[in-house]
């Protein structure tokens, strides 16, 4: 319906690297690997700033992973469990939604499950018997398909007219570097891949542990496999390791272990119950509708089912392979139980919440359960001329459940989700229908309010839906603030949630504004209406002055902004209430760096009796010669004494904090300190 801000900065991101940016690791929204971005610039290189390289980029990212499961799946069982694991992960309501998400989500899955397909053993046989077949000029469909089964792997593969002994089988050394390198390319994509890659180090003690010559056969080529992948992620974790500042998610996510490793279980064990219900408990998965049903699992019932049946079976196959002494047949079950289990591990530690993007690495093999319970069903009731009887039915019974299965995913995610007013609202649907009609209608000077107006939120969002780089686009929180700009005409888009507060109504009054449009939204839409209109933007600024109580004199900040007056709104001053500043300002050039304009009632000693802290213009697309109204609500404690006291403003960079580094004020050109005495405020006791 639209784009969050996560995905508007990754389309931030990916055009900062189109213009020359090249990051190890991007700071923006708490952290995050770089790959996905990379890959989205190759598309807007030629495709421009636009939401649709973003989604293009995760569609083709998905389609390798399907590539690479049905690759690895195919090696690992057989192509009937391989084409059925292919099915349920292309008909899935979650596989459906990260494929169309506009986020790096998808891109752990894709390379880790291609790392995967080349480096497993099996593709090491194969390798060796087309080595032979070319050797002996054989038709390579002489060779019975049956006599690669997994189980047989440690044995010798026999055909009429030659044999492989293990002996002879040669390590495809491309294909383990490619894996290597696909594998360390996988710590760019997203946080889980950290967890993922101890599936290789995990199937070499599989093997040490009950099969020593498959062990001594494969921990070379595995060994450089992973020693390519640590020098490939190595500059991403130097990185890390010396801005450990630059992960705040970690910190975040790491509550139910530190809780844990403190003596208190109950967090961590609470979320583990909260994680496995994910799977497939009616109203227990992701409870954000920003990337889910709130409360859909994973699996539908059909699935889990099938699901819950494989987990059985494969455990079953793993203890009859222990039991009569042939490991070999085991390893494929010990992969993708072990898979499963890594890939959910971070939603056993964190819960549901935003289970969808951290249960990811699990996706490939969550639907092989359901197939190998399929595929022993088929193996077990469809022999004989029961398969020439009943085989054509079963497979279009088959074909129709994933059929509908897939029906009931596309009506749910196009109609069921797409259209919730919650996810309207996260997806920023009425911001992108009103810059929509900016574009269509060519409107120039358009000012935007919203309640999140800033560099890394809707600022974004802006540039990707205009598909603009050039464009200059103001923005501002109309909840306390009120941009003039300097153009006749000029256009102001209002969004419902942005909606002025009483001391600013009457400057807007002052506009006399046209209405062009109230976009026509959804009537249970949250941030509605969307009024667009267009004022005389030079007779407004001039109007706005004269209601404002002049400064007596030039006061500059920074060189980048000056103080053109300010107004007190009739209001009772005492203990426990509350003094309401409004502040006008000129805007003499852009600034950079995250401004913010703080307020402050001071005491007799110079210390802060009450402030206010902020900044609803952003300061990075302030345009010269507009001019902006900045409310500030000051909370006066109750020990408040009468008395008269001076009030300030200033402006500090919120980079710079705790220090708080401010702009310099000059007055008549002169240094005048960091901060600028507005008036001075008399205060009463009296209730």
């Not at 998808?106 to 593709?123: E, H």
């Not at 690495?361 to 009731?381: C, E, H, K, N």
């Not at 209109?533 to 002055?545: C, I, L, M, R, S």
Request: aromatic share 12%; hydrophobic share 45%; charged share 15%.
């Amino acid at each position: 319906p639209g784009l969050t801000h996560d995905e508007a900065d990754h389309g931030l991101s990916a055009w900062q690297v189109v213009e020359g940016a090249r990051p190890l690791y991007f700071t923006v929204g708490y952290g995050r690997e770089p790959l996905y971005d990379y890959a989205t610039a190759g598309l807007m290189s030629f495709l421009g700033p636009t939401d649709f390289a973003l989604r293009l980029t995760a569609v083709f990212f998905s389609l390798i992973m399907l590539s690479a499961t049905y690759a690895w799946v195919r090696r690992a069982f057989n192509e009937r469990i391989a084409l059925l694991t292919l099915a349920g992960l292309t008909v899935n309501f979650w596989s459906l939604m990260v494929a169309r998400h506009g986020l790096r989500t998808i891109t752990l899955p894709a390379l880790f499950t291609l790392a995967m397909a080349l480096w497993w053993p099996k593709s090491y046989q194969l390798s060796a018997i087309s080595h032979r077949l070319d050797s002996h000029k054989l038709d390579s469909h002489r060779l019975d398909s049956h006599k690669l089964d997994s189980h047989k792997l440690d044995s010798p593969v026999h055909n009429s007219q030659f044999t492989i002994h293990n002996s002879q089988l040669q390590t495809p050394w491309l294909q383990i570097i490619t894996a290597g390198l696909l594998l360390g390319l996988s710590f760019y994509t997203y946080m889980p891949a950290r967890l993922l890659w101890l599936l290789f180090p995990g199937m070499l003690l599989w093997w040490l542990l009950t099969n020593r010559p498959k062990f001594r056969r494969y921990w070379p080529s595995t060994a450089v496999m992973l020693a390519i992948a640590v020098l490939v992620a190595l500059p991403l974790f130097n990185y890390l390791s010396s801005n450990p500042e630059a992960e705040l998610r970690i910190g975040q996510l790491r509550g139910p272990l530190d809780a844990a490793a403190a003596g208190d279980w109950q967090p961590l064990q609470e979320n583990i119950v909260a994680g496995l219900k994910t799977i497939s408990i009616a109203n227990s998965g992701d409870t954000a509708w920003r990337y889910n049903i709130a409360g859909r699992p994973f699996l539908n019932s059909f699935s889990a089912f099938f699901f819950y049946m494989g987990i059985g079976f494969s455990l079953w196959q793993i203890w009859r392979a222990l039991y009569h002494g042939r490991v070999a047949t085991a390893e494929s079950y010990i992969a993708v139980l072990a898979w499963l289990l890594i890939g959910l591990a971070p939603v056993l530690i964190t819960g549901p919440f935003l289970s969808v993007t951290r249960a990811v690495g699990m996706m490939p093999v969550l639907f092989v359960f359901p197939a190998i319970a399929i595929d022993f069903i088929w193996r077990v009731g469809l022999t004989g001329e029961r398969a020439l009887n009943y085989g054509t039915p079963a497979v279009l019974t088959v074909l129709f459940v994933y059929l509908m299965t897939g029906f009931e995913s596309a009506q749910s995610y196009f109609f069921e989700w797409a259209t919730h007013p919650e996810v309207r609202l996260q997806y920023e649907a009425g911001l992108v229908d009103a810059l929509d009609y900016v574009k269509q209608n060519s409107l120039a000077d358009v000012a935007l309010s919203t309640t999140t107006p800033d560099r890394y939120h809707n600022q974004p969002v802006g540039l990707l839906t205009l598909n603009d780089p050039d464009e200059q686009l103001r923005w501002f929180n109309g909840q306390a603030s009120l941009l003039i700009p300097s153009a006749n005409p000029a256009h102001l888009v209002w969004t419902g949630l942005a909606a002025r507060p009483e001391p600013l109504e009457p400057y807007w009054q002052a506009a006399a504004s046209q209405t062009l449009t109230e976009l026509p939204l959804p009537e249970d839409d949250i941030d509605r209406p969307i009024t667009i209109t267009a004022v005389d933007g030079v007779a407004w600024q001039t109007a706005v002055t004269a209601m404002m109580q002049s400064v007596p004199t030039a006061v500059q900040f920074g060189e980048a902004v000056t103080l053109r007056g300010y107004a007190i709104p009739d209001q009772p001053l005492q203990a426990g209430g509350t003094l309401t500043v409004l502040t006008l300002w000129r805007i003499e050039r852009p600034l950079d760096a995250e401004m913010v304009l703080f307020t402050q009632l001071l005491g007799a000693d110079g210390t802060p009796i009450a402030q206010q802290d902020r900044l609803d213009v952003p300061s990075n697309r302030w345009q010269a010669g507009d001019l902006f109204i900045q409310m500030h609500q000051l909370s006066l404690p109750a020990n408040t004494p009468a008395g008269t006291f001076p009030l300030i403003v200033g402006f500090y960079d919120a980079a710079t904090c705790p220090a708080c580094q401010r702009l310099a004020v000059t007055i008549d050109q002169q240094p005048a300190g960091d901060f600028y005495e507005l008036t001075r405020v008399t205060m009463s006791n009296e209730q």
